[in-house]
């Protein structure tokens, strides 16, 4: 996924259950984790997604269940968010220079509207049984780099519910999932970042009570052209990278696989039709706006989330 990944179990002494093997375990989760990439990484050359998008045939194409999954929840973000949400996005984060195949040239504007041709999420159909995909124009290919690191950690928080474990936090590229305790027997304790590049700092820290927190933002992944910003976040209706003053979104949620791409549905959105969206879908959501050199919030997370004092030591 083109990204770290970080899991925290406390030896917390349990009587019931042993903790697992160590050495063991990371083994089993790098397998389920490289399994997951086999079938969702566009950087791999024969993942299921990548033999998908070079595929022009109308024919129905295999997938797992678990794959049908995924492509089906981002679907249903897609109908919910009208289309700010798109997985069928990836020819224009291509173009934008954010994706696999990276691109030097400015786009132009007939390019952009040569390639929205072939974008829309309702040009990707799927099917229950068996487990299939097709597309509806040949040029369609898709990318679920919204939506696959949330999954990837619902599926290790699953893993380690299975081995009895009921202590732990998974996170891969900034999308975490917690359960129970940390080691000082407290509710975990994970921070939202000042959405600034050049230093790390803390915005907000969060007490996280058996949920999942993914945020997406603007401050990372970006080029800067003339004094103005293009994130990797495109905008499907511009098909250009989003410009708002909505600088991150955070979003909490019982599945991390939802957060991850409600982030991303959101910061496409905006400041203001985020806001109604996050609503509306009843989502519980961190928002921080970039205005000149200034930041500000809005928030709907209840107070019992909120730590006052910078839960962390760096
Ligand atoms: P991050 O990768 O920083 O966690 P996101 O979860 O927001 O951020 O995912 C951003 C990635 O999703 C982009 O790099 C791109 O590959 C893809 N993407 C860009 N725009 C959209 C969109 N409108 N809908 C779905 N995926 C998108
Ligand atoms: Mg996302």
């Not at 989760?29 to 998008?53: H, K, P, V, W």
């Not at 511009?238 to 979104?249: E, F, R």
């Not at 000149?292 to 004092?309: A, C, D, P, Y």
């Given at each position: ?45 024969d993942?299921t ?18 794959f049908l999954?995924v492509?089906?929840s981002a679907?249903?973000?897609s ?7 798109d997985?069928t ?8 220079g954010?994706?696999?195949s990276?691109n030097n040239?400015f ?10 041709n ?37 599926a290790?928080a699953?893993?380690?519910r ?5 202590n ?11 359960q129970?305790k940390?080691?000082?027997?407290t509710l975990?304790?994970?921070a939202i ?16 009570d ?11 992944n970006?080029y800067e052209?003339?004094?103005k910003?293009y994130?990797h976040?495109?905008n499907p ?6 410009t ?12 991390t696989?939802i957060?991850d791409?409600?982030a991303t549905?959101?910061m ?7 806001k ?30 909120l730590?006052?004092?910078r839960?962390?030591?760096?």
């Amino acid at each position: 996924m083109g990204t770290q990944y970080h899991i925290s179990i406390p030896l917390i002494s349990s009587s019931t259950h042993p903790q697992p093997n160590q050495k063991h375990l990371k083994k089993e989760i790098d397998g389920l984790l490289q399994a997951i990439n086999q079938e969702m990484s566009t950087y791999i050359a024969d993942s299921t997604i990548s033999r998908f998008n070079q595929s022009h045939s109308p024919a129905w194409f295999p997938v797992s269940k678990e794959f049908l999954y995924v492509i089906q929840s981002a679907q249903k973000i897609s109908l919910d968010s009208q289309g700010a949400f798109d997985i069928t996005v990836m020819p224009l984060v291509n173009l934008w220079g954010f994706g696999t195949s990276s691109n030097n040239k400015f786009p132009t504007q007939a390019e952009i509207n040569d390639l929205r041709n072939n974008i829309g999420y309702q040009l990707l159909e799927t099917q229950q049984y068996p487990p299939a995909i097709r597309k509806k124009n040949p040029k369609l290919m898709i990318d679920l780099s919204a939506i696959a690191k949330g999954y990837a950690v619902d599926a290790v928080a699953d893993l380690l519910r299975q081995k009895s474990l009921k202590n732990f936090l998974v996170e891969i590229g900034g999308e975490i999932r917690t359960q129970g305790k940390n080691k000082n027997k407290t509710l975990w304790k994970v921070a939202i970042e000042k959405p600034t590049t050049l230093q790390r700092s803390v915005q907000q820290g969060l007490l996280l009570d058996n949920i999942a927190v993914a945020t997406s933002g603007d401050y990372r992944n970006y080029y800067e052209k003339a004094g103005k910003r293009y994130s990797h976040t495109i905008n499907p209706k511009t098909g250009k990278p989003i410009t708002h003053k909505l600088a991150s979104v955070t979003v909490l949620h019982q599945s991390t696989m939802i957060a991850d791409a409600q982030a991303t549905a959101i910061m496409v959105l905006g400041e203001q039709k985020g806001k109604e969206y996050a609503q509306k879908q009843g989502l519980e959501v961190y928002m921080i706006f970039r205005e000149g050199g200034k930041f500000s919030v809005w928030h709907n997370l209840s107070t019992k989330r909120l730590l006052l004092h910078r839960p962390l030591h760096h």
